[in-house]
């Protein structure tokens, strides 16, 4: 199953945090995500942690009756949010891991080890109209517990991909990338979609947008920071030349790949 579009979903979770450094409303990240929309978005990614650090329950509920562009709703596996995602209804529900004391989602999904405790999940959430994902390692093993779990697509974890690439570890980077690539044929070889993120730049996504199992990536805190220095609508844009450069084949060879 290879996909001919690949789709940019937009991550804004961290324009909330920049309005939670002061409380109040601004900067808004339902703004953003009208914005992520002109600039040629195909979706809005937000996640509401258990600690609601950035994304709160209201911009989901804005979210969710404003926006135009299907919404990713990511989420821990809890009670809590299962009642929020069955009432909000979102296009499309990722199942992340989650722990309070981690910087940002550190690893995947232990959908093979976790199969009793996400199985009602993935099952409410399908029941009730979302596209269920779950956020893995590209580990084969991660691919076929999400088929068992009845889950239709998969986000592959490129986190360590760009750490690696981001400490100029070239050798470390295209062991992880070849994981990657190898996980995406095998995941679509399943019949999963298979989507990509986390901590992808200018300089990192090309490597993955080229894999061509891939439909959709989604991509957050770079963007957020790259918009203080050329504003949101210039770095989506840009994020999508890069992607598409990529699938044309037309991009710098790519400095990782092998
Ligand atoms: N995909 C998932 C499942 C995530 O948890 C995150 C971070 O919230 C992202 C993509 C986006 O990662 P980043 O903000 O590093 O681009």
Do not use: W
């Not at 596209?131 to 517990?145: G, H, K, M, N, T």
């Not at 994020?239 to 037309?250: K, P």
Request: aromatic letters at 4%; charged letters at 30%.
């Amino acid at each position: 199953m290879t996909s001919q579009r690949l789709r940019l979903g937009v991550n804004i979770d961290h324009v909330a945090t920049i309005r939670n450094a002061r409380g109040g409303r601004f900067p808004d990240p339902v703004r953003a995500a009208h914005l992520a929309a002109q600039a040629g978005a195909d979706g809005i990614t937000a996640h509401l942690r258990e600690d609601r650090r950035h994304i709160s329950d209201a911009d989901i509920e804005r979210l969710s009756r404003e926006l135009d562009l299907p919404l990713n709703f990511e989420m821990a596996a809890t009670e809590e949010m299962l009642a929020i995602a069955l009432k909000a209804r979102p296009h499309a529900a990722c199942i992340v891991p989650e722990k309070r004391e981690e910087r940002t989602t550190e690893g995947g999904l232990d959908a093979r080890g976790q199969h009793n405790h996400l199985k009602p999940v993935v099952t409410a959430l399908a029941e009730n109209g979302s596209r269920v994902s779950l956020f893995i390692e590209a580990d084969e093993r991660q691919l076929e517990a999400a088929v068992s779990l009845g889950a239709p697509v998969v986000e592959l974890h490129t986190g360590r991909y760009c750490d690696l690439r981001n400490d100029g570890d070239m050798d470390g980077a295209r062991t992880e990338l070849a994981r990657i690539r190898k996980a995406a044929a095998y995941g679509a070889s399943l019949g999963l979609e298979v989507h990509a993120g986390h901590g992808l730049a200018f300089d990192t996504v090309g490597d993955i947008a080229v894999i061509p199992e891939l439909a959709e990536l989604n991509i957050g805190h770079f963007l957020v920071g790259e918009a203080i220095f050329i504003g949101l609508e210039a770095a989506i844009r840009e994020m999508r030349r890069c992607m598409d450069e990529a699938r044309r084949g037309t991009a710098r060879a790519p400095e990782a790949a092998g």
